[in-house]
């Protein structure tokens, strides 16, 4: 299988994967890129590890129209995030 950069993601014969090593990044990609890469990625998939599986779209609307906005720093946004993928609310 071959594959290719496209922002944050690598593209290959089975789609899109999230290239989760940051060293391996290019660094003159924006932010916004590296987003709308996972987005991409996560549009396709589905979030099973917390019960009922639920589209990855759903399962970031969901977090997003509770929390967007929500926080003063990126302490703050990250440890609500990873309370949320651990099948928490992301409740400060």
């Not at 946004?77 to 928490?88: E, K, L, M, N």
Request: hydrophobic content about 35%.
């Amino acid at each position: 299988m071959t594959t290719s950069w496209i922002g944050g993601r690598v593209r290959g014969g089975d789609g899109y994967a999230v290239q989760l090593d940051k060293g391996s990044w290019d660094d003159d990609i924006h932010l916004a890129k590296v987003d709308g890469a996972l987005g991409a990625a996560m549009n396709q998939n589905e979030v099973a590890w917390c019960g009922e599986a639920v589209s990855g779209k759903d399962f970031v609307d969901s977090y997003m129209d509770e929390y967007e906005d929500s926080f003063d720093t990126q302490d703050e946004y990250t440890a609500s995030v990873v309370d949320y993928v651990d099948c928490g609310t992301g409740a400060p």
